[in-house]
């Protein structure tokens, strides 16, 4: 089952990439000189912005649930990847890249925004001197 679990090009990035286009941004995509490899690297800006799905993730809203099958595991697996967000969040400030974690819950669930919202709170992070942003579901 887990094969079938896309980790590049997921709809949610696809669609911000195209927003951010409209907008008149220009990107490259999972550079692999970049630690994670980011979803979308804005070199003009040094910046990169990482999509990241809630579950995966273990993000704090309602569409994280914990499976109610092999709980250990999956929590070890979770708690890994927030390890992992943390060190290439920390690598990347120390090598000057500005970053920005856009939540699957900004665009999808109950709390979602438009995602025309999202992209645009991404262009005002973009122009600002603020070196990480986090854009997640609305209030």
Known sequence: MMSGIRGKN????????KALFARGFRYRLHSP???GKPDI???R????VLVHGCFWHGHDCHLFKVPGTRT???MAKIERNRERDREV???LRQLGWRHA???????RGR?????DDVAEEVATWLASPRSSAQIRAGV
């Open 101 to 107: 974690s856009v939540w699957e819950c900004a665009v």
């Open 111 to 115: 709390r979602r925004r438009p995602l």
């Open 72 to 74: 250990e595991w999956w």
């Open 41 to 43: 690297v804005l070199p």
């Open 45 to 48: 800006y040094r910046a990169v």
């Open 10 to 17: 997921t709809k949610l990035e696809v669609r911000l990439r």
């Open 33 to 35: 000189h970049l630690p």
């Open 89 to 91: 969040a920390q690598q």
